[in-house]
């Protein structure tokens, strides 16, 4: 039996914004337009797994549509949860280790962004199936704090909600520290300017282990 397609709801750079052809560059992988060259020898083996999701944040983690549902009404849900969220500017961001992995993170909390993963982590929820047995021993329970255990019951996944944090990943677990230095120098530039958050991305898994697809920018209200 062939496996269904994955959904995933991730924030992404503005198309026009630097840090979206910096995050792509840093991968090397645009999932809108194909490969793009390696900015630096030395990055790729350290890269493999955030280059096969793409340049991204995820807001509400990837799941299959359960039966009886279809994306044609995944998407109308995502846009209905939208539409009660106007734009909002995003902490500067900074490149940090999050468990054990290089990322952009924020400098300071941001309220709207908590609210708006939240949002499509509750209201989406309806159109996954639920969790087998053999995808919850994957996530190693016995080793999960248990508000995360609760998550993973409850939601299908452990870091969401109150154990979400906002990130854009950019290597691969346990990075030489030369990696740091590098994307330090990457992204200085791309940094630098002030940026909103006024839309999202639905992306799409086809297959299993397949690259991740960017299907479409659907805007916040207004």
Not at 11 to 38: I, K, S
Not at 87 to 92: I, N, Q
Not at 177 to 186: K, N
């Amino acid at each position: 039996m062939e496996s269904p397609r994955r959904y995933a709801v991730y924030y992404v750079p503005a198309g026009e914004d630097p840090l979206w052809a910096a995050g792509c560059a840093w991968l090397g992988r645009n999932p809108e337009t194909g490969r793009v060259p390696r900015p630096a020898p030395g990055i790729a083996a350290h890269t493999t797994a955030p280059a096969r999701y793409g340049f991204h944040a995820t807001l509400r983690p990837p799941f299959a549509l359960a039966p009886g549902q279809n994306f044609t009404q995944f998407r109308a849900a995502c846009a209905a949860i939208l539409a009660a969220h106007r734009p909002f500017s995003l902490p500067p961001l900074t490149v940090g280790q999050l468990d054990g992995f290089l990322a952009l993170l924020p400098t300071r909390p941001c309220p709207q962004l908590n609210a708006l993963a939240d949002a499509l982590v509750l209201g989406l929820d309806g159109f996954r199936p639920p969790l087998s047995a053999q995808a919850r021993a994957r996530r190693r329970p016995e080793a999960l704090p248990s508000a995360e255990v609760e998550n993973l019951d409850r939601f299908g996944y452990p870091a969401v909600l109150a154990a979400w944090r906002f990130h854009l990943t950019l290597s691969n677990r346990m990075p030489p520290a030369t990696l740091r230095r590098l994307a330090e120098a990457h992204f200085a530039a791309s940094l630098a300017p002030p940026r909103q958050l006024g839309a999202i991305a639905l992306f799409t898994e086809p297959a299993p282990d397949a690259e991740f697809q960017l299907m479409e920018r659907l805007s916040l209200a207004g």
